[in-house]
């Protein structure tokens, strides 16, 4: 193999691939980054067996060939040398992979690409399309909602469903509920349903660029793998088995208050009360309070701690119903307020043990549920 890159090219892509290189590992070509010429590009590729990243990028080709290099040296060095050409050059006999740069002369110990597990070469022609900023936005506001507690594994992932041009992610923790739908540009010719480790969704949304540019999704059948890709990167995550829970069952159909507040002034409340909540048990109180002719509506949000001390904000609002006192996790409050991204968002309410439902005024395609923690006496 004799190949040359740019530096920030090869720094971009080392960097893009990096995060799926196994950090502990006994095999040690997993503690490595393929670097394998690929029909006039460069290919760099990295896996911990359950995600493996892909990057392509521009190069200037000689000789083809393939190895893998240790990540963690290679992505070093490769960040110290100068701005420009770098120059490679690898010795198959001795598995070493020399590395020029300016007046940079390197040799680095590799392993041969035999020994590095297959990546899969997906069909994308029955995929689906997405747009990236949209699945982007798709993401972020279901992926925080998932469990990171292992001894539930399907609740550490999301579900996905795809029917016609309508795709569903959904993710639980237990303690809420995060549901987004999007309507696909381009109708999808078949249906789709799996539960994607929610790791792997946020390392999609970290890689797959932003813009006007599309990522395809593909589940290769039998293979309990998804694949989503784009011109220059392709992440394959395996799936979740199991089933996931009805989450339709845990939306409130009804509700007896609904509480109409800005966004931005419930998050910097929200904010405010969990400097002292954070201390105890997270809970803040909410007492929502409808107006008359005379006043608006209010919802005072309090937390206290017997270290700290304790925190009142009050925000107005505009308030359908029956005042209601009612206590949730405030970093759960705060976390789906972070990704509402309207400028109002509604909070509807049955009775201070049931839970309370937000959705986003203008924005039909997300709804978030969280359950109310008990007041005490």
Not at 2 to 10: A, D, G, R
Not at 120 to 135: C, I
Not at 323 to 331: E, G, K
Request: with cysteine.
């Amino acid at each position: 193999m004799k190949v040359s890159v740019l530096q920030e090219n090869l720094a971009h892509g080392l960097g893009i691939v990096s995060r799926a290189v196994a950090p502990r590992t006994t095999l040690p070509v997993l503690a490595n980054v393929l670097v394998a010429t690929d029909e006039g590009r460069l290919r760099l590729s990295a896996t911990n067996l359950e995600i493996g990243i892909t990057c392509w990028i521009g190069a200037k080709i000689s000789d083809e060939g393939s190895t893998t290099v240790p990540a963690r040296t290679f992505a070093d060095l490769v960040g110290t040398l100068p701005d420009g050409q770098v120059d490679m050059d690898l010795v198959v006999q001795t598995q070493t992979l020399h590395v020029r740069s300016g007046t940079s002369n390197t040799d680095i110990k590799c392993i041969d690409a035999q020994e590095f597990p297959p990546m899969p070469v997906p069909d994308l022609r029955d995929g689906v399309v997405f747009n990236v900023s949209d699945l982007r936005e798709m993401i972020k506001q279901v992926v925080f909602a998932a469990s990171s507690d292992e001894a539930r594994p399907v609740l550490t992932g999301v579900l996905l469903t795809v029917e016609d041009n309508l795709v569903t992610m959904a993710a639980a923790d237990g303690f809420r509920l995060s549901v987004r739908k999007a309507e696909l540009s381009q109708g999808s010719a078949q249906s789709m349903k799996a539960i994607i480790p929610a790791r792997a969704l946020n390392e999609l949304a970290r890689i797959a660029g932003d813009g006007d540019d599309t990522v395809t999704m593909s589940l290769p059948p039998g293979r309990g793998q998804v694949i989503f890709r784009t011109d220059d990167v392709e992440l394959t995550s395996q799936l979740i088995e199991g089933s996931f829970p009805d989450f339709e069952q845990i939306i409130p159909v009804m509700h007896n208050t609904r509480t109409v507040v800005s966004s931005a002034a419930f998050l910097k409340a929200c904010k405010q009360a969990e400097i002292f909540a954070r201390d105890g048990s997270h809970i803040a109180r909410l007492n929502i309070t409808p107006g008359d002719e005379l006043q608006p509506g209010s919802v005072e949000i309090s937390a206290q701690s017997e270290e700290t001390g304790s925190s009142e904000a009050v925000v107005e609002a505009t308030i359908e119903g029956q005042p209601v006192l009612i206590a949730f996790n405030v970093r759960y409050l705060r976390e789906v307020l972070d990704v509402v991204g309207t400028p109002n968002v509604a909070l509807e309410t049955t009775a201070a043990a049931a839970p309370g439902l937000i959705r986003p005024m203008g924005d039909d395609g997300f709804l978030h549920v969280i359950m109310p923690m008990h007041l005490g006496g």
